[in-house]
């Protein structure tokens, strides 16, 4: 029997072994040569699933948002609003070790998109996503009992937004694991003046 | 009369020159050939100022963080505590546009800042003096009478820092302007909070 390749599972390979280059080295240090070599693939290979590293990039970053989407919509069914609201909250935060690597991933991506509109058409997407559900989680939990669309519960969004993406980069500037405790309290702090 | 050379300024260009190939093409369109070649030097003597790419990396982040301390410190004397903490939460923040186009150069230095010990720490140093100085603000304009070393004067900074780093990258990924409004939104709301 023919040996049967599971191409989309090749190409998860390919991303998640950039991802672990990007993540100890930086940029440079996902070549298609270094690729390649972790992967294990004949050089050839690695050009059929993906003609250029800007390709790759691009399948990185997508994985890597597509993580932090998965981790904000593992939800327990059964949680209150407020619950809802702290758990997605904390999806996006850099408080634990995993999740502070990833952000060297995402630092890298974000410098390519200056650069590169497509990169940064795809991120801003994302903030638009996670902006609206942010609204509506805040909205629901709030005794302040104002609707999603109201300019307090936008300004707490991006309010979060930004928080999230600051402290990702700052933890990336210190000792890893340095700053969580710093995050879980304005976390905490947040959820508190949202219940007033 | 021989040709006095004035090296301080002379360094000052390059970092200068650095920094506007950063901000226009990222990381990679700052090489030592480009910056000669803008700077209008001879190949030789750009190695004189600075001997390798990292060395005016290194400057380059400096002039990068400079810049921001100077503007935290440009405040009118006769400012009240609350508009002495407004003007320097302001200072951090991409409200306008050169403002926002520095944050590229911010962003390839962070970037640059994993795989670069020296970086990183010259980065954490700022964080560590921009958290002091904003706490002692805090305290000085907050209602509540804690001091500086208070954890809820902490989370505060810890918050503003967070938020000016986020609003720093978001705003690389929108047309630039698009966000001001949100932002300002943001250091109002605050400003209100601190007043209780």
Redesign the interface.
Known sequence: MPKVIDHDQRRREIVEVAKKLIAE???E?ATMRSIVAAAGFANGALKYYFASKDGIIAATFDSVLQETAERMSMLDPDASPMEALQGFVEAAMPLDAHRITSA?VL??L??????NPDL?RQ??DL?TTWRAELTRRIAAAWGAGEPPEA??V??LA??I???????N??S???PVGELVD??T??VD?LMRRIAG
Chains 1, 2 share one sequence.
């Not at 974000?110 to 650069?115: C, F, G, I, P, Y």
């Not at 937004?161 to 402290?167: F, N």
């Open positions: 080295g930086g940029f240090a060297r630092l890298v974000w410098e390519h998109s200056v650069t940064a991120y801003r903030l300019p307090a936008g300004a991006d309010e937004i930004s928080v999230a993406i600051g402290a980069v700052a990336l500037m210190h710093r995050y309290a304005y702090g």
